[in-house]
């Protein structure tokens, strides 16, 4: 249903999306589309909803490129990042107004909106105007939008930001109810917790790069297999190097003045206990610097929201 080849995207100099492919089959599902900001997630939902032509490579959705396209776009709905509405139009109205963009007429206008009003429980409040709404509300609203003309695909970039805990747990449970009703649903988020609640399916992008693509436990092994150099400066850099050289972990030293710098791998088991001996005075560390920047930051997030 959805085939990247080697698509990527620039915006003059700057690369939004490098080379990228990846395939998703037909079936329902949820999948999380996972990174830091700027790592190019909008960039590629730009690519996917035919918003912007890939600069280079190809994008596939349903068989055909995107850009430009009906056949696509008629069967793909798309709920973009940010909270901008006209501002006191009836919400209904604005609805209303976007059927008719999509060619919904008569009867089929009326029963679209009702359908789309029924899913995302907002027919009781559809009459108000956006500026009376919560950002919950207004987010309904716009999945409503997204839905009106039945999408196969629907994707949303970061639906999620800015949403009280309640409006949160109640989108997750509209996805769900969507995806299992057979929509593929993909969903961009920079917490994987947000998206380790909805799906274990994964894409994780970062610096404009597809870096891993598998479940939550795939991307944090393949990430614990990765070393890690972290920067040690202490007193005695002689004691650091005994104590690490007994560390499983390890798997490269160099000794530079004023400390040392130690490749590890399972960054997750080696600084507990790496702390540990700190507290317990038996490593005079003085200070602890990641020196792989990337992958540290991409572990921070991965693991500081992760529950
Ligand atoms: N319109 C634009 N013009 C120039 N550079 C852009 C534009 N949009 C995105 N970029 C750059 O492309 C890269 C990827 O950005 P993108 O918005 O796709 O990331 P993101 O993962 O969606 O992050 P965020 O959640 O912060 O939007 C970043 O370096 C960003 O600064």
Redesign the pocket.
């Known amino acids: 249903m959805i085939s990247l080849q080697r698509a990527s ?1 620039r ?2 100099d ?4 490098s080379p990228t492919s990846f395939h998703l089959g037909p079936e329902g599902g949820i999948t999380g589309l996972l ?12 690519l996917l909803s035919g918003l912007l032509p890939p600069s280079g490579g190809q994008v596939e959705i349903f068989g055909e490129a995107p850009f430009r396209n009906p056949a696509v776009l008629s069967r793909l709905g798309l709920v973009p ?1 940010g909270d901008r509405f006209p501002g006191g139009m009836r919400a209904d109205r604005w609805l209303r107004m976007m059927a008719q963009l999509s060619g919904l007429e008569g009867r089929a206008l009326d029963l679209a909106l009702r359908r789309a009003l029924a899913i995302t429980g907002m027919e009781a409040r559809a009459a108000q105007p956006f500026t009376s709404m919560s950002k919950g509300m207004r987010q309904r609203i716009r999945l409503a939008q997204a839905l009106l003309h039945e999408p196969r695909l629907l994707i949303l ?2 639906p999620f930001n800015g949403l009280d805990p309640e409006a949160r747990l109640q989108l997750m449970d509209l996805l769900r109810m969507l995806a299992g009703g057979g929509t593929r649903v993909l969903v ?1 988020s ?1 917490i994987l917790g947000e998206v380790a609640q909805l799906t274990d399916r994964i894409l994780l ?1 970062f ?2 790069r597809l870096l891993a693509e598998g479940s939550v436990p795939e991307i944090r092994e393949l990430l614990d297999r990765h070393p890690v150099e972290l920067r040690v400066t202490a007193e005695s850099a002689t004691a650091v190097a005994r104590w690490a050289v007994e560390q499983d972990e390890l798997v490269g030293l160099r000794m530079e003045e004023g400390g040392a710098v130690l490749a590890v791998r399972n960054p997750r088991t080696f600084l507990p206990r790496l702390q540990e001996a700190v507290v317990d005075g038996r490593l005079p560390l003085a200070a602890l610097d990641p020196l792989d920047l990337n992958l540290d930051a991409v572990f921070q997030f991965l693991t500081k929201d992760h529950q």
């Open positions: 995207l915006y003059g700057i690369l939004g999306l990174g830091p900001n700027g790592a190019g997630k909008s960039s590629l939902i730009q990042e970039d970061e961009s920079h992008l610096r404009g």
